[in-house]
Each structure stands twice: as C-alpha cells, then as structure tokens.
C-alpha cells in the first residue's frame, strides 16, 4: 500500500497491552489498538497511558494503527 493512501488521524493512549500494543481512543471518538513504528521501537521512546499521539491508519482496516510520533505536552 502506498504512503499516500494512509488515513492520519490524532489520540490519545487510553490503556498500553502487552506486546507492545495500545488501546487508542481518537479524537472523533473511535477507539482502536494500535502497535508502536518501527523508529519509535527502534529509539526506546516510551509510550505510557495518556500520551497524545499521531496515528497511521489503514482505509481498509478502520481498527487497527501504527503510532508515528508522540507529542510532548507544551511542544505540539
């Protein structure tokens, strides 16, 4: 699939699973589980309950993300 065809929406970490997996709740209200990306694994960057980030979604799949980039309070 394309880059182009991806859906980007807004977050937040409602619950972190195991497996390194999140339940998300979106800003329009939908909640999803979501899995860290590949350079947030890579560069430790920790994701806790509560964190706002940024999803990739799917337009086939509406349940399922990958989280791109976690937004510190004060800098988004």
Do not use: Q, W
Request: no cysteine; charged share 30%; proline share 4%.
């Amino acid at each position: 699939m394309a880059k182009e065809e991806l859906i980007e929406m807004r977050g937040r970490v409602a619950e972190v699973l195991p497996d390194s997996r999140y339940r998300v709740v979106l800003d329009n209200g939908h909640e999803l589980v979501a899995y860290s990306g590949g350079k947030m694994r890579k560069n430790h960057i920790r994701i806790i309950a509560g964190d706002s980030v940024t999803l990739e979604l799917s337009p086939y799949d509406l349940t399922k993300g990958r989280i791109m980039f976690r937004h510190l309070p004060g800098r988004s």
